[in-house]
């Protein structure tokens, strides 16, 4: 079921301007490829729905492109290999989980004979004759995740899908989404939780005032800010931060917690060791530190891209 194109999704140039004067998606080019879980990350308030709602035709661009499922967001044609659960899944609260797929099967035209595989897929079929006002949270996130795949889509676009999950549900939609890719489909979900992030997508975009500031593997990612560093746990850590400083450039050199982290390349670290020790500092500790996805995240989003 994968796309016969290497992109499932491509744009050029997007973005969106309200009324309000506010630019919400700011001249955005994102590529998606066919059979990836792309992951689209950024802090609240990025615009990463508006730009699903844009690439779900829910929106229309101030300016730019896109291409969605290989044609334009909106366009028959996309829609007809698209799906997508963009905000909190709204449901008819009295009516069961499976009745209410009924009802959009009958709106997408789509034949009531794929309710029971998608509630399968999702693993709702022993709750589908309850009533939707009492499923708990996952369960509605899931029923809306169902309601995306009656058409077996080729192009899956999930925003924030972990939204309010206890970790139970967390730990489930993430084994649903991994069992989606291997069925073939291209998953595009938004969050602002990194460490779902990691564990579940091929490739990240990070997203900040509108605007793609890094895109790639989260090693790569990591790599493009820095990477790792060297960290030093050393007594007294005062002294051993004016020697360092006095080896390096100061701005590579900052305090985390009780400890030193340098933006300098591993390969000095015997030579670093040598002064401390030479200059009588204790050092317990010294070894290179992969920086963590959520410092790399600070930094890009703290400066995006003009």
Do not use: W
């Amino acid at each position: 079921m994968v796309l016969a194109q290497t992109l499932a999704v491509e744009t050029h140039g997007l973005s969106k301007r309200y009324s309000t004067g506010v630019l919400a998606v700011n001249n955005l080019d994102l590529r998606v490829r066919a059979g990836e879980v792309y992951g689209f990350l950024g802090p609240n308030g990025a615009g990463k729905t508006t730009t699903l709602r844009l690439l779900s035709g829910l929106l229309h661009p101030t300016s730019g492109t896109a291409v969605v499922a290989g044609a334009a967001p909106g366009s028959p044609a996309s829609l007809a290999r698209l799906g997508a659960m963009v905000e909190t899944p709204a449901f008819y609260p009295y009516l069961s989980g499976r009745d209410n797929l009924r009802v959009v099967a009958r709106y997408a035209s789509v034949p009531r004979s794929r309710i029971e595989p998608v509630l399968k897929l999702v693993d709702l079929t022993d709750r589908a004759r309850h009533k939707f006002k009492t499923y708990s949270t996952g369960m509605k996130q899931r029923l809306g995740v169902a309601a995306a795949l009656l058409k077996a889509p080729d192009l899956l676009i999930l925003d924030e899908p972990t939204s309010g999950l206890d970790p139970q549900g967390t730990i489930e939609m993430r084994a649903l989404i991994k069992e989606l890719k291997q069925g073939g489909r291209t998953v595009l979900l938004s969050s602002h939780l990194l460490n779902e992030v990691e564990l579940t997508c091929d490739r990240v975009g990070v997203i900040a005032k509108g605007q793609l500031v890094a895109e790639g593997t989260v090693d790569e990612l990591r790599a493009r800010s820095g990477g790792s560093a060297l960290l030093i746990r050393a007594t007294p850590l005062d002294q051993a931060r004016r020697l360092v400083e006095s080896m390096v450039k100061p701005e590579q050199v900052r305090l985390d917690g009780d400890a030193l982290l340098l933006s300098v390349d591993p390969s000095q670290a015997a030579s670093i060791n040598r002064r401390l020790v030479s200059d009588g500092v204790d050092v317990s500790e010294l070894r290179v530190s992969e920086q963590s996805l959520e410092a790399v995240f600070l930094e890009l989003t703290e400066t995006p891209q003009k």
